[in-house]
């Protein structure tokens, strides 16, 4: 029995310890910097489109700093150096912060630390003296300030004012075509917001794809519908997908014979499918294929021997496909169109 209890004390340690460190290391998909006239806030998040800096307490927050700040004496950094003053938050509750519950380090600052984007802007995110980090579950956020004395700038109207204005505007872009993974640089300087961005070109999103769907269309002036699925690798350029490569399997039921003995004889159908988004921005995709398929099990007399298909595929959102058809009976005789829309699931 102790040895019984050990095991279960040594598997729950090891539990806790990946759970600590899942909870360390969530993966933020968003960053989205925001460049005002003394300084430049970076946001990465879960989802930083619905987290602009006002929203996040910031008021709060700034009155903590300086109040743990007011209780320290921070050398101020070299011409070469940057101080990184660190807190975090547990969950989105703030901490009783005093200068015992804080880090701070000197590094050495990096002057070629750049942003590029796909058309060329680069941008220097190597900006400020100081750095001011919060770190929470699902987000981290760092204010760069070449002063102390400019944390005062997150109290005032002109701050809440730009950082509005920038909401509205990644609103405005996005809405509900936003998909995460966006890097963008929102420069509020001016009297109009002037942003750069793209998807995150550092993620690898190449992966192996299974999934299954229903359709239904319009064959030989018959009502057709099927099950289908699909198993296929997606490959990807500078963060979003480009290439999709699969083998599609469906079992089509035409109607043509609905009897009683009959009811549940499929057609199969097996497809080699070819599909490309000619989009070259992250805000929405344009998804064209073509695909090349063959009876391979025939139980009704609604599909010819030797009977083979070319359909082109047009992907209107993450549900539905559409796909105008040509059938060709015994190989190229007895041609005939069809479409489909496909539903996955």
């Known amino acids: ?93 703030l901490l009783v912060w005093n200068f015992k519950e804080i880090e701070l380090s000197r590094t050495k600052r990096n002057t070629k630390s750049l942003v590029v984007f796909d058309d060329g802007t680069t941008f220097d995110k190597d900006f400020g003296r100081y750095c001011i980090f919060f770190s929470y579950r699902a987000m981290d956020m760092k204010l760069f300030i070449d002063d102390l004395d400019n944390l005062s700038f997150f109290l005032s109207e002109e701050f809440e004012k730009k950082a509005q204005q920038s909401e509205d505007f990644m609103k405005k872009e996005f809405g509900e075509k936003y998909k995460k993974g966006i890097v963008a640089w929102l420069d509020l300087r001016g009297d109009e917001v002037k942003a750069h961005y793209q998807n995150n070109i550092s993620k690898n999103l190449d992966m192996l794809l299974l999934s299954g769907g229903i359709g239904s269309g319009w064959i030989k002036n018959t009502f057709v519908s099927d099950i289908n699925f699909r198993l296929g690798v997606s490959f990807s350029k500078k963060g979003m997908f480009k290439n999709l490569y699969a083998v599609d399997y469906s079992m089509m039921y035409d109607f043509s014979e609905s009897n009683e003995n009959k009811f549940f004889e499929l057609n199969h159908f097996v497809a080699l499918t070819w599909e490309h988004n000619f989009s070259n921005t992250p805000v929405s995709d344009k998804w064209y294929g073509f695909s090349v398929g063959y009876l391979v099990k025939r139980n009704n007399d609604f599909f010819k021997e030797n009977t083979f298909k070319i359909a082109v595929n047009k992907k209107i959102n993450d549900t539905f496909i559409v796909k105008p058809e040509l059938y060709f009976n015994d190989f190229f005789k007895n041609v005939y169109p069809g479409i489909r829309l496909s539903v996955a699931f």
Do not use: C, W
Not at 27 to 55: C, Q, W
Not at 83 to 88: H, L, Q, V, Y
């Open 1 to 93: 029995m102790k040895t019984i209890k050990t095991i279960l004390l040594s598997v729950l340690m090891v539990l806790l310890s990946f759970s600590v460190l899942a909870v360390s290391e969530f993966h933020k998909g968003d960053t989205i910097r925001y460049k005002f006239d003394k300084m430049l806030i970076e946001v990465a998040s879960t989802n930083a489109i619905t987290k602009p800096p006002h929203k996040l307490a910031m008021q709060e927050r700034v009155q903590q700093i300086q109040k743990v700040l007011d209780e320290m004496t921070v050398v101020p950094p070299a011409d070469d150096e940057r101080i990184t003053i660190s807190f975090r938050d547990q969950d989105d509750d």
